[in-house]
């Protein structure tokens, strides 16, 4: 089956350094113990990042900073 958990995502798409992160490019917050993904966001450029913040905020655009551990990149078609 296929893992469509933020981990899973992570491990699917081709790493990609954050100062060449793009448009279109998954970011995630890891586990620092295990290096597994918990939370992932959409980054949109001038260092913002969609993201479901949870129940209470909802979807929100955050800043890109050091908590985001990790950038994946999609091969969007």
Same mark, same amino acid.
């Given at each position: 089956?296929? +893992? !469509? ?10 790493? *990609? ?12 917050? #890891? ?12 980054? %949109?450029?001038? !260092?913002? *990042? ?5 129940? +209470?905020?909802? *979807? %929100? *655009? ?6 985001? +551990? !990790? #950038? ?6």
């Amino acid at each position: 089956g296929y +893992d !469509n958990t933020a981990d899973g995502l992570m491990n699917k798409f081709n790493v *990609v350094l954050p100062a060449e992160r793009k448009p279109g490019d998954l970011v995630f917050k #890891c586990y620092h113990d295990s290096g597994k993904a918990y939370h992932v966001g959409l980054y %949109i450029g001038d !260092n913002k *990042v969609v993201e479901a913040k949870g129940r +209470d905020q909802g *979807v %929100i *655009v955050s800043t890109f900073d050091t908590s985001w +551990d !990790n #950038c994946r990149r999609p091969e969007y078609t």
